[in-house]
T-cell receptor, first 112, second 113 residues
Framework: DVKVTQSSRYLVKRTGEKVFLECVQD?????MFWYRQDPGLGLRLIYF???????EKGDIPEGYSVSREKKERFSLILESASTNQTSMYLC???????????FGPGTRLTVL | EDKVVQSPLSLVVHEGDTVTLNCSYE??????LLWYKQEKKAPTFLFML????IEKKSGRLSSILDKKELFSILNITATQTGDSAIYLC?????????????FGQGTILTVHP
């Protein structure tokens, strides 16, 4: 079974703090993704990575950066958290050539 | 810009009812359409559709794609309380092989006993 894990289920941070969200997958997938999910807006792609050290912007990259130093790990960074970044963050991975993405359990981030 | 729209946004039914969820899309270079079910945690994969008119079935769930009219439906027959979830539609488009998906807003289905 594919397993995608995220470092925290719930996180509360203050405005201006630097926030790291970690995602690890154990199936040697090339592609990894970060989404945020907000009511009425569905899942929106923030960044994705198709290989180690490779990254591409998704639909809403502003205010975020990512890091992929190892194949199994994809980190989402909020350099200076703001209240409008309060959301559910979902990480996903997929092997190259398929479009079935496997999701982690999500991190509910609240920025006060 | 690729666009995926789901309807209705929410639906409340009673056990035993049949429901139909809709997903329409406007994308460049369509490749596939996927349905996911999301309960309390992460979305789980249900179906992938690439060809028009071919129904995919899994138990009480079925789905079909119409590439001419640019939509898909997800049917659930004899609904159960365990079907309560958010159902997400996603479309893969474009020339990349990276598996990038565009998601709809989701349909929140609530099944009452």
């Amino acid at each position: 079974d594919v397993k995608v894990t995220q470092s925290s289920r719930y996180l509360v941070k203050r405005t201006g703090e630097k926030v790291f969200l970690e995602c690890v997958q154990d199936m040697d997938h090339e592609n990894m993704f970060w989404y945020r999910q907000d009511p009425g807006l569905g899942l929106r792609l923030i960044y994705f990575s198709y290989d180690v050290k490779m990254k591409e912007k998704g639909d809403i990259p502003e205010g975020y950066s990512v890091s992929r130093e190892k194949k199994e790990r994809f980190s989402l960074i909020l350099e200076s958290a703001s209240t409008n970044q309060t959301s559910m963050y979902l990480c996903a991975s997929s092997p190259t050539g398929t479009y079935t993405q496997y999701f982690g359990p999500g991190t509910r981030l609240t920025v006060l | 810009e690729d666009k995926v729209v789901q309807s209705p946004l929410s639906l409340v039914v009673h056990e035993g009812d049949t429901v139909t969820l809709n997903c329409s899309y406007e994308v460049t270079n369509f490749r596939s359409l996927l349905w996911y079910k999301q309960e309390k945690k992460a979305p789980t994969f249900l179906f992938m559709l690439t060809s028009s008119g071919i129904e995919k079935k899994s138990g009480r769930l079925s789905s079909i794609l119409d590439k001419k009219e640019l939509f898909s439906i997800l049917n659930i027959t004899a609904t159960q309380t365990g079907d309560s979830a958010i159902y997400l539609c996603a479309v893969e488009a474009g020339g990349t092989s990276y598996g990038k998906l565009t998601f709809g807003q989701g349909t929140i289905l609530t099944v009452h006993p």
